[in-house]
């Protein structure tokens, strides 16, 4: 149209905050001021990629991803090198450095290139239903038992998919009357494929129940070792 100056998007999107669903409308003016905005095509734009390098904050990135679906998934991809977060610690029922929604796929470099490290100070990784992490290493995780008896530490995979990974250096410590963790959990039907966990240590002092090295409640654990 004659006088077409420009167009405009709103709300405005906001970026890296992973899923910005946002309208675009058209504003026309004329040169003798007048403006109309043509009706809304319902224009919905979604990112589906978002890149992290170590030294971005890990943790926020992930918090940020919600209404996500398997239909509707956030690949995160994480370049080669090593992510830690301060977030969580070992205390009885803290949470994970990372936690992955349904919809979220957390993607590494290659295992051995991409780590998520505990530090010997963090339970790592927790993979809601529907998530899925590939090719990474889960590494120097830790916890001191819990009131919950069936979780990892390292990972905790329930209803979501662990592929080509490597979880290494795990330590679980346990206080009186407390569950001593597994540094793997497997439950809700996920799936764990081309994975494997070495070098896990225990130690426990007047436990309620003892943790393993990896507790299989309900999936399946393809091509994988444990030693």
């Known amino acids: 149209a004659p006088g077409f100056a420009a167009y405009t998007s709103s709300p405005a999107p906001i970026f890296p905050a992973g ?8 504003k026309v003016k004329w040169s003798d001021g007048h403006e109309a ?9 979604v990112i589906s990629t978002l890149d992290v390098a170590p ?10 991803l919600s209404g996500l679906s398997a239909d509707n998934p956030v690949t995160v991809n994480l370049s080669a090198g090593t992510y830690t977060a301060e977030n969580s610690g070992v205390a009885d029922d803290a949470g994970w450095m ?16 991409t780590i ?9 990784l927790r993979l809601k239903a529907g998530s899925k992490a590939q090719d990474l ?74 943790g393993g090295v990896v507790y299989v409640s309900s999936g399946t654990v393809t091509n994988s070792q444990v030693f």
């Open 116 to 124: 998520l490290d505990g530090c010997l100070t963090n339970r790592v």
């Open 137 to 210: 290493t889960v590494a120097n995780a830790h916890s001191q038992g819990s009131t919950v008896s069936l979780r990892g530490y390292a990972l905790d995979v329930n209803g979501a998919t662990v592929e080509n990974c490597v979880v290494t250096n795990g330590l679980a410590m346990e206080t009186s009357g407390n569950y001593l963790e597994h540094c793997v959990y497997l439950g809700n039907g996920g799936t764990i494929s081309g994975t494997q966990v070495c070098g896990a240590t225990f130690k426990q002092s007047g436990w309620a129940s003892q």
């Open 19 to 26: 899923v910005n669903p946002y309208s675009v409308f058209l």
């Open 98 to 113: 990372f936690t992955l929604e349904e919809g979220v796929i957390l993607r590494g470099a290659g295992a051995g290139r």
């Open 55 to 64: 030294g971005g904050d890990l943790a926020a990135v992930l918090a940020s």
């Open 37 to 45: 905005t043509a009706p809304e095509p319902a224009v919905v734009r």
